[in-house]
């Protein structure tokens, strides 16, 4: 499985496109700054199964083989920084 996720900040929150073998988007403007990549991680994770995933974040390989229970927080590292 291949998830591209583009990730921009808009005037009032977050927007998440992701496209590849899972498309999907999401918007949020409720949740902190300070939150959103564990909001966005969690959100996905809910919907989708990920093992074993290339994810590429922002055009940049972030994981060629993901796995939620160990790349969970880095996860939601790369998530807040982009």
Do not use: C, H, W
């Amino acid at each position: 499985m291949k998830i591209n996720l583009n990730i921009e900040s808009t005037n009032s929150g977050v927007r998440v496109v992701a496209t590849g073998d899972y498309v999907d988007t999401i918007e949020t403007t409720l949740v902190p700054r300070e939150r959103i990549g564990r909001f966005v991680a969690d959100l996905i994770l809910d919907r989708v199964y990920l093992r074993g995933a290339q994810i590429v974040i922002n055009d940049a390989v972030a994981f060629e083989v993901f796995d939620a229970n160990d790349d969970f927080d880095d996860f939601v590292k790369l998530i807040d920084a982009a």
